[in-house]
């Protein structure tokens, strides 16, 4: 994969407060490149959701982007003018939120809702888009689509409406999707349904996908690459399967220790002390430094950049020459 | 039965409707007659003392509903439910309360299940003062303070309110609220579903470790099985309100029998990535108000014989696991 799709570079969100700055995203850099599913993991208060937000140009007031830039391909979207935007969104880049019952709206059809995205991207007439609209659905895996076309959302049960949402995101024939946890609201077997889907889907129509989640199987059956996010910083970059069986930063070490698995029993599992700092008091140097178990002097004083590595990217002065100490 | 080997909880054709029919005037206008839903379906299973039974299922299989039953939240339709050999629908009175404070029950969601208004030392010593477990002031304090210390927390937490504690501390004081009453067995209803993984497994070390302390008995609610696998000792597995499996944790995972589970264990991420094969599933859940008729998974089992679409599989007991299913000696 070469052609690089979207690129991240240095991204700092902001909020600020009466009388304080807080710093969301701090100095967030990846790429994605085009036909592939990057994964996004961290826990909550990480910085996934807003990266996405970011990038689509839907950070909620007073959040704004400080510094940073954002490409699309050579254009670069970060500072875009609202209506350049708009046109943008939907169309280029689309959106799959977390909870589908909030993201359609109830009182109108699906046909409704399919319709009016397909004519506000595409040049169909009425007709043709209602053709269109029921060829997506039958893509995404809705049974006797031309039927249930003119159904409401809440007839609809959760993951189908999840394949619904997935359609409406598909309708403009975008070439980046962001899916914010789409799978988290929905039951272990039809989590599974909507993940084959998006990974049909991204397959077949060479969209690139943004899948942010704090799932770690989501990430391992769906991904090509996965970036782990802390405290709004990226700590670790790599191929799926490098993360998951070799994590190099101490933070993605202790994260896959701390997952129950199913392969073998451990009588307990690894715990990272503490939790993640607030944003308002995230430490000076290396912001895991208070959790981590390899810490040395360099780590409280200077701040670790992504260092490249022979298994991907990883910010965390262990694998400087200099090192820890 | 002698009294060492009887079952701390014993629960036999537990069954629970819930009326969910439209109101009086509407069913006479619309000439519908009541509709009820089976939230819970004949559901018998033990759970002896020590030990970590759990319940898996997806949204809508009964998994809360039992909980609530067995706590006496809410009230079975039939069946029997007996602690220790006492039933706690026909107890009153001291008996009644006794029993109540040997079961205590953990709750999903730790940010609604505690009193914003209360201080942590209150909301830790409400227990301690509804069973009469103290005898003074300052010794409700010391047990409050030790039982904090035991969950992870300090004794100077007590002053705080709960808005101050993230939800991993908070989870921490529920189950330092449950074990105030000095229970034998905990109800945990999806206890870390709402915590991040990394705070998911110090809340489950933490519980390993209070049960190999004070020999607790837990029934463990979740919806994940990897998460079930590392804390069950035995495992049942519910779909539409009926128990399909029930069998020793290890056995489950290894040799599952009933399609559902193996149906279910297909679809688990595998975050190991351990390449392992799995087969495409078929629809979803069915609505517990029309059930299908007979078994109720065979409009999605691929095993499904005329038999199972008109009569309910009866219970069999397959190398030591439990299983209502007709086709079972074809599946191994």
């Known amino acids: 994969m070469s052609d690089v799709l979207l690129s991240v570079r240095d991204l700092v969100v902001e909020f600020p407060k009466r009388k304080t700055l807080l710093t969301a995203l701090d100095g967030v850099s990846f790429d994605i490149h085009r036909g592939e599913i990057l994964g996004v993991v961290g826990e909550s208060g990480a910085g996934k959701s807003l990266t996405g937000a970011a990038i689509i140009g839907l950070l909620e007031q007073p959040g704004r982007i400080a510094s940073g830039e954002i490409w699309l391909e050579d254009q670069r979207i970060d500072q875009l003018p609202y209506e350049k935007m708009r046109q943008l969104r939907g169309k280029r880049i689309a959106m799959i939120f977390q909870d589908p019952l909030t993201s359609l709206n109830p009182i109108f059809t699906i046909a409704e809702q399919l319709v009016e995205t397909i004519r506000t991207h595409l040049p169909l007439n009425a007709k043709q888009a209602r053709e269109r ?37 598909l309708a403009g024939e975008p070439e980046l999707i962001i899916a914010d946890e789409p799978t988290t609201a929905l039951d272990v077997s039809v989590q599974a349904q909507i993940i084959d889907v ?73 715990q990272i002390p503490g939790s993640m700092p607030r944003l308002d008091a995230i430490p000076t140097g290396c912001a895991f430094n208070p959790r981590c178990t390899s810490v040395g002097e360099r780590c409280y004083k200077e701040r670790p950049d992504l260092l490249v590595t022979n298994q991907g990217e990883v910010a965390c002065w262990l694998f400087d020459q200099g090192g820890v100490a | 039965m002698n009294q060492a080997k009887r079952p701390l909880l014993e629960v036999k054709d537990l069954t629970c409707h819930f009326d969910v029919s439209k109101p009086l005037l ?224 290890e056995e489950l995972f290894k040799n599952p029998k009933h399609p559902y589970t193996r149906m279910l264990l297909d679809a688990i991420p595998d975050h190991e990535m351990t390449g392992r094969k799995r087969q495409a599933i078929k629809g979803e859940i069915p609505s517990p108000i029309d059930p299908p008729s007979g078994c109720t998974f065979h409009p999605r089992c691929a095993l499904a014989t005329g038999e199972c679409k008109v009569k309910r599989p009866e219970v069999v007991v397959r190398e030591g696991t439990r299983v209502a299913c007709w086709e079972v000696d074809r599946l191994a």
Not at chain 1, 136 to 160: C, N, T, W
Not at chain 1, 224 to 253: C, F, L, N, S, W
Request: proline share 4%; charged share 20%.
């Open chain 2, 26 to 249: 509407n069913r006479i206008l619309e000439r519908e007659p009541k509709s009820f839903l089976t939230a819970v379906d004949e559901v018998s299973f033990e759970v002896n003392k020590g030990e970590t039974f759990a319940l898996v299922g997806e949204s809508g299989s009964g998994k809360s509903t039992i909980a609530k039953l067995i706590v006496d939240l809410v009230h079975p339709s039939s069946g029997k439910i007996e602690f220790d050999g006492q039933s706690l629908a026909t107890s009153r009175g001291q008996a009644f309360k006794n029993l109540r404070r040997r079961m205590q029950m953990i709750f999903q969601d730790p940010f609604a299940s505690l009193n914003p208004r209360w201080p942590v030392g209150e909301l830790v010593a409400e227990p301690i003062y509804a069973f009469g477990l103290a005898k003074s002031r300052a010794e409700v304090n010391r047990t409050v303070e030790e039982l904090l210390e035991k969950v992870g927390l300090s004794g100077r937490d007590a002053a705080k309110f709960p808005h101050e504690f993230s939800g991993g501390q908070r989870q921490r004081i529920a189950i330092a609220r449950a074990l105030s009453a000095q229970p034998d067995f905990l109800v945990c209803d999806e206890p870390t579903s709402a915590l991040d993984v990394s705070v998911q497994a110090q809340i489950l070390n933490l519980m390993k470790d209070l049960q190999d302390e004070f020999g607790l008995t837990y029934l463990f609610i979740s919806h994940d099985m990897s998460v079930v696998k590392h804390m069950a000792d035995r495992i049942g597995v519910l779909y539409l309100g009926a128990l399909v499996e029930n069998a020793a944790a």
């Open chain 1, 198 to 270: 998006l990974k049909r889907m991204c397959a077949d129509h060479g969209a690139a996908v943004m899948l942010v989640t704090h799932d770690m199987g989501v990430i391992a059956e769906a991904c090509d690459r996965v970036a782990v996010m802390y405290a709004g910083r990226v700590a670790e970059i790599g191929q799926v399967r490098q993360i998951v069986k070799q994590p190099q930063h101490p933070y993605t070490q202790g994260l896959m220790g701390s997952i129950p698995s199913l392969a073998h029993q451990r009588h307990r599992l690894i």
């Open chain 1, 133 to 169: 609209a029921i060829q997506l659905l039958d893509e995404v895996g809705i049974p006797a689509a031309a039927k249930r076309v003119d159904d409401y959302p809440h007839q609809f049960s959760g993951g189908m409406r999840q394949r619904v949402v997935i359609a409406l995101a």
